[in-house]
């Protein structure tokens, strides 16, 4: 079990060091995360995921997929929610069947965001976890 950050906080920095990734706060994890292309933003974004015990779905970004097109990159549920997060890295558009994916989850009470930095993906889960 991954201890809350409210937790983490209180925590001597050695204490929460033996933890490895689990111990870290979500601002270390942001320092930590230097993005330099969209397959890294993922690679982050992924971690932080696993970090949390939080199950996703990713779509692969080195060959075609069979999924739908315009399935965002992570879908994945949380507190009860179906949650879904389409990664764009710097001016990064998001394309009309992508956008279409993510109006139809949030018609469908599910929670979506287009994320372009780790930070982004940090508030995203703190609103659906609150």
Request: charged share 30%.
């Amino acid at each position: 079990m991954i201890p809350s950050q409210n937790i983490l906080r209180r925590m001597e920095p050695q204490d929460r060091k033996g933890m490895g990734k689990a111990g870290l706060l979500d601002s270390e994890c942001a320092e930590i995360a230097a993005v330099k292309s969209e397959r890294d933003l993922q690679k982050l974004i992924a971690n932080e995921l696993l970090r949390r015990g939080i199950w996703f779905s990713r779509s692969a970004m080195n060959r075609k997929t069979t999924n739908t097109v315009g399935t965002p990159d992570f879908l994945f549920c949380c507190r009860g929610f179906f949650c879904a997060v389409e990664v764009k890295h710097g001016a990064g558009k998001v394309r009309p069947e992508q956008q279409e994916a993510l109006d139809a989850i949030l018609e469908n009470d599910g929670r979506c965001m287009v994320v372009r930095s780790f930070e982004g993906l940090l508030a995203f889960l703190k609103g659906v976890e609150a």
